[in-house]
């Protein structure tokens, strides 16, 4: 179903430079949009993207619309990637079909125990146990688990696979044997949380672990116990946080980033993919700590070098007092 410029104009604001009558038949990047697509420009290092670009219409920049002008029409909007993000809401309500499918899948478990908010949908083969609560407008995708005593907020969603509430790695040694410490938290996700495919929150050892509001999780993050992550931070795939971490709110961290146990990361912090967070972080600002590839020869020479740091520092202080 093609949706008319005018319409979406309407719907989301911008200036339109165009015809309104004009239809839209799909949303496309630059480089692959046809002559029915409607794109958008946010980043100007690809404004000859813009020039060659076959859309029928560009969501741009007031610094891009002269640009813009020499190719088309367009949309005039101070943040052309975040009225992307709008459209594609509103492209997606616009397309949807409706459902027929009950709230609660007919082979999800929920236990008798558990509270699950009548506005809330249950996905199939999901499974909601005992004293666990779903708040309302959230969405369990297929498989998804929320363990004994969990909850999860309002308009949430739980993509495939996900395990809310599996108990944390807790284990007290005992003469070359492992003996293991119940977990008898639970955790708290709160409102607007989007968590992603097979990512597990581990219950905390005794008070809860704790996902604010707003928070957003790719897929494959593990997050163990006793963590607590704050407001509207956003975390990429296979990030990892061990356990009693607090990390702030509008923090990010990285692809592949890791976050030892019991650091504190303050508001603000943004860590970079593949980095490992080795201490507390009390300053906002980007930290990075990866070390560059290199073949694996030159690797070596240089790790055995960073080896030798500390003493050549004592040697230098040495030499400094003479």
């Known amino acids: 179903m093609a949706l008319r410029l005018g319409a979406i104009v309407d719907a989301l604001g911008g200036e339109l430079q165009g015809d309104a009558d004009l239809e839209i038949a799909r949303l496309a990047p630059l480089q692959n949009a046809s002559p029915d697509s409607l794109s958008f420009l946010s980043n100007p290092k690809l404004v000859k993207e813009l020039a060659i670009s076959l859309a029928a219409c560009v969501i741009v920049s007031p610094a891009m619309r002269e640009q813009a002008a020499a190719r088309g029409a367009f949309i005039v909007t101070p943040d052309p990637y975040l009225y992307f993000a709008r459209l594609t ?12 499918q ?17 506005t809330a949908r249950i996905g199939p083969l999901c499974v909601v146990e005992r004293g666990a609560r779903i708040g309302a407008d959230t969405v369990l995708k297929s498989s998804v688990t ?10 949430c969603l739980l993509h495939p696979g996900v395990v809310i509430g599996a108990d944390g790695f807790g284990l007290a040694p005992d003469r070359g044997t492992w003996v293991k410490i119940e977990q008898l938290g ?29 928070v957003k999780l790719d897929n494959l993050i593990q997050v163990g116990h006793n963590v607590r992550i704050g407001k509207h931070t956003a975390m990429a795939g296979c990030s990892a946080v061990a356990g009693s971490a607090v990390i702030g709110p509008h923090c990010t961290v990285g692809g592949a980033g890791m976050v030892l146990g019991h650091l504190t990361l303050a ?21 990075t700590g990866v070390f560059p590839i290199d073949d694996n020869a030159a690797w070596e020479k240089n790790a ?3 080896r030798q740091l500390h003493a050549l520092r004592d040697r230098i202080k040495a030499l400094e007092k003479k």
């Open 89 to 100: 809401q509103f492209w997606k309500r616009a397309h949807a079909r409706p459902d027929s």
């Open 102 to 118: 009950p709230r609660i899948h007919p082979s999800a478990v929920v236990d008798p125990e558990a509270r699950v908010d009548p």
């Open 146 to 155: 929320v363990s004994e005593d969990c909850q999860i907020g309002a308009r």
């Open 267 to 287: 508001e603000g912090v943004h860590i970079s993919a593949a980095s490992l967070v080795t201490r507390s972080i009390l300053k906002p600002g980007q930290y």
């Open 186 to 214: 639970a955790v708290r996700v709160g409102d607007d949380v989007e968590i992603g495919a097979n990512t597990c929150i581990d219950r905390g050892a005794l008070e809860d672990t704790v996902i604010e509001d707003g």
């Open 304 to 306: 055995a070098t960073l």
